[in-house]
């Protein structure tokens, strides 16, 4: 051994080669065919209907490289940018795994934490399924204006979307250290609940104001959003064939992009060495009287709710349902016909049951990977395994009835009171849906667990092998439950709907009740791989 | 009557024994040391005896009841604090005392009335608000301890519980584990890799090699003329390790940059 110092370079090296192998284990440990398969199926997915988005945008790209100037080109260009903005920013802070970005594990080695922070940065753009999906749709705005009108133009072009991609790459993740930072907070769950009214009181106000004036104040704060704002700017001149316009654009676009992860890269430093990173704010020292509770399960249910409320997703959650809720309400409800039958207007309502269950898919897909070392507790104490995920589903239960109760405020604030058979229909499909969709989870809990986390932003993706289990188990539940809205439009009886649903969700909680124990039985089995899963454990 | 007694208890991994055969007779009151090198199969041997890993072949009785029947029963008389603890971090440390008597049984007053009694005897009564993840690795283990001795046990299983923690700590804890078992309603079975601690704690001790119990019987049978260290250290067949200097820090190499 020659005592030579290492030097950085091949630190950094060695980063990408962790990763590599990281990915490489989890793929050749127990499951991991399974969630590689399921990776491929994802990947499979996402290609072809990237490439189909994508010929979508070469034939508008196209088009407007034809036309060149004008509200033809203008509009198509700016819903190009910031509906990828939009998609790409929301799929990215509620899906994408961002380990890559975690500086903790990197803190003890001889390592340019920068450049460590920028190879996260980039991995998110170039090794993520979803990024894949946008660049696809970026690619074919290239090649729809490379076919309409080939030339040098094209390089400009070029460069405006790949700085579009690293600053709204760049956005996210100051977006994620700030949300990360405000959940920490003490008071973050009644920030985000003071939050959600005041998005509701100016979706009120605004739909009361004249279109026009509506138009000016979104032209406005549209620079809030500077990457699609400028890079659509940009365009619109490269377009026009107006190249030396479009380098303002362009050049404050670099800067603003090269700012936001300067900032963002600031904060992950600051947090990472403040130690707070991770951390929850600590509960109020006091704990308010809750009921006696006699039976085991009421111990096991009040750990399964403070677990709950101490994790970001259903603060997160309790925020986003409202102000998804208003938009339902405010725009897609009216817009359906008045033509169509009751039932098909409800519809949107009807989304909300389905939702609250959707929003917290990834908790209870993976119910014990949040316990973490607190999973052989459960194992140690002398519980029946059918207990403990009844306890799991009964909390989660709670959760999506309290989302569906925070998401009907706006509504009846902006739609109205709905119909009594509408009213009861909501009841019996939320009730409905928490034995079918979380008795069919606790198979993928118990089958496919792994770590959870309390960080809203480090590695909170779900298995790829989970999220593929949960597609299909939405879809069989949401199949199922669209049996009676069939029966309710043939029968032109609203009734039928709530009926309908009521008979399944007993008929749910009567296959929940017989099949829990043999649930319980399976997890007894599978133990040992679920504690090696989620504590770590050195079998 | 005996605590602890195993019969071929055995535990493949891939094929290849973790334990094998294991044959353990504990008797009941005793505090009894389970040594072994790194890898010889003392935390496969607790996790099976506790129910969290299932033995492949062989059989446990834990204070006379079969563990493969009546698991749920047996937990019940058991107390462990496991390798790796288990404990919930996202709870208060008063939190997760009081949910762990709640889990064995106890009515939600008696559990607060003994977490309180046990944060004081613990020292953890100033943090009892805060979440367990804000805990030192001391300060954890202790809790963890405490959650194993709230219901009342009559048998503790201990994996490694000095690991980590400071000497003023571990005396704390020794003093406390001591006390329990002069008073005789409860077995103690430890794991640890320090042989002084067993050897000031133990009335009896078991030592595995590779998976297989090499010797068992009371401290004085196992200890014989000379001290634990010899008797561990012929029954796994190694001779006191004479150190060997790595080349490259024998002082005689500069470090070049």
Redesign the interface.
């Known amino acids: 051994?020659?005592?030579?110092?290492p030097r950085p370079a091949s630190g950094l090296a060695a980063v990408v080669e962790l990763r590599f192998l990281l990915a490489w284990r989890r793929l050749r440990a127990p499951g991991g065919t399974a969630e590689g398969v399921a990776r491929v199926v994802m990947y499979a997915m996402a290609v072809p209907l990237g490439l189909a988005f994508a010929a979508l945008v070469a034939a508008g790209s196209y088009r407007a490289a034809r036309i060149g100037v004008g509200i033809q080109v203008a509009i198509p260009v700016s819903a190009i940018f910031f509906g990828l903005w939009q998609t790409w920013t929301a799929v990215s802070l509620v899906l994408s795994e961002r380990e890559g970005l975690d500086l903790r594990r990197f803190l003890g080695y001889p390592l340019p934490l920068g450049r460590v922070w920028l190879f996260g940065l980039a991995s998110s753009i170039a090794a993520d399924p979803f990024a894949l999906f946008w660049l696809l749709l970026l690619g074919g705005g290239l090649v729809g204006a490379a076919a309409a009108r080939p030339g040098l133009w094209l390089l400009p072009l070029a460069l405006d979307m790949a700085l579009f991609a690293v600053a709204t790459a760049a956005l996210v993740a100051l977006l994620q250290e700030v949300l990360a930072r405000l959940l920490r907070l003490r008071l973050a769950r009644e920030l985000a609940i003071l939050a959600g009214v005041a998005g509701w009181l100016l979706l009120l106000g605004a739909s009361r104001l004249p279109l026009r004036q509506v138009g000016a104040i979104l032209g406005k704060a549209q620079w809030a959003f500077f990457p699609p704002a400028l890079a659509s700017l940009a365009a619109r001149h490269l377009y026009a064939g107006r190249v030396g316009a479009a380098l303002p654009s362009l050049a404050l676009l670099l800067a603003a992009g090269a700012a936001t992860a300067w900032v963002a890269w600031r904060l992950a430093l600051r947090g990472v060495l403040s130690g707070e990173e991770g951390?929850?704010a600590?509960?109020r020292?006091?704990?308010s009287a809750r009921p006696?509770?006699?039976d085991?399960l009421?111990?096991?249910l009040?750990?399964e709710v403070?677990?709950l409320v101490?994790h970001p997703v259903p603060r997160v959650s309790l925020l986003f349902m409202p102000l998804l809720a208003a938009a339902l309400a405010w725009k897609v409800a009216p817009a359906l016909p008045e033509e169509a039958a009751p039932v098909l207007r409800a519809l949107p309502l009807f989304g909300l049951p389905a939702l609250s269950y959707l929003v917290v898919q990834d908790l209870w897909l993976n119910s014990f990977g949040?316990?973490?070392?607190?999973?052989?507790?459960?194992?140690?104490?002398?519980?029946?395994a059918d207990r403990l995920l009844l306890a799991k589903n009964a909390a989660m239960a709670a959760l999506a009835a309290a989302l569906l109760l925070a998401s009907a405020v706006p509504w009846l604030l902006i739609a109205g009171r709905p119909p009594a058979w509408a009213f009861l229909a909501v009841l019996a499909l939320q009730g409905a849906l928490a034995p079918v969709l979380l008795g069919l989870g606790n198979l993928v809990a118990v089958l496919n667990p792994r770590p959870g986390t309390?960080s809203y932003q480090r590695g909170k993706g779900a298995a790829a092998l989970s999220s593929l289990a949960g597609m299909g188990i939405f879809s069989a539940g949401t199949g199922l439950m669209a049996a009676p809205v069939i029966l309710a439009v043939r029968l032109d009886d609203p009734w039928a709907l709530a009926g309908g649903w009521a008979a399944i969700g007993l008929g749910a909680v009567a296959v929940y009740r017989r099949t829990l124990p043999l649930a319980g039985a399976l997890l007894h089995r599978r133990?040992?791989h679920l504690?090696a899963a989620v504590?770590?454990?050195d079998? | 009557m005996l605590a602890i007694e195993t019969c071929g208890l055995t535990r493949l991994?891939d094929g290849k024994p973790a334990v094998d055969g294991l044959d353990l007779r504990v008797p009941e009151g005793a505090f009894y040391g389970f040594l072994g090198p790194n890898g010889a199969g003392k935390s496969t041997t607790m996790?099976m005896l506790?129910?969290?890993?299932?033995p492949s072949a062989g059989g446990a009785l834990i204070l006379g009841r079969d563990l493969s029947r009546d698991g749920?029963?047996?937990?019940?008389l058991v107390g462990?604090v496991?390798d790796?603890?288990?404990?919930?971090?996202?709870?208060?440390g008063?939190?997760q005392l009081?949910?762990?008597g709640?889990?064995?049984?106890l009515?939600?007053a008696t559990a607060r009335l003994r977490a309180e009694e046990l944060l004081e005897a613990l020292e953890l009564a100033d943090d009892a608000?805060?979440?367990v993840?804000?805990y030192s690795h001391g300060m954890k283990k202790k809790l963890a301890l405490g959650?194993a001795l709230i219901h009342g046990p009559r048998l503790l299983f201990l994996d490694e519980p000095f690991e980590g923690i400071d000497a003023l700590a571990v005396s704390g804890i020794r003093a406390m584990l001591q006390d329990l078992v002069s008073r005789g309603q409860m077995t103690i079975f430890l794991t640890s890799h320090v042989l002084e601690v067993v050897e000031r704690l133990a009335t009896h001790v078991g030592i595995i090699h590779r998976g297989r119990l090499v010797r068992q019987g009371t401290l004085a049978e196992i200890r014989a003329s000379g001290t634990l260290e010899e008797s561990f250290l012929a029954s796994v067949g190694e001779e006191r390790a004479s150190p060997q200097p790595l080349?490259?820090l024998d002082g005689s190499?500069?470090?070049?940059?």
Not at chain 1, 1 to 5: K, L
Not at chain 2, 102 to 105: A, I, P, T
């Open positions: 051994m020659s005592g030579s110092r951390r929850a600590s509960p020292a006091a704990a006696p509770w006699t085991r009421g111990p096991l009040g750990k403070r677990y101490r949040l316990d973490r070392g607190g999973a052989r507790a459960l194992f140690l104490a002398p519980l029946p309390f133990r040992e504690l504590c770590g454990d079998l | 991994f996790r506790t129910g969290l890993l299932a749920i029963a047996v937990k019940r462990s496991p790796g603890l288990a404990l919930f971090e996202r709870l208060t008063a939190e009081r949910l762990s709640q889990l064995y049984g009515d939600r608000g805060k979440l993840q804000d959650c080349s490259w190499k500069a470090v070049t940059g």
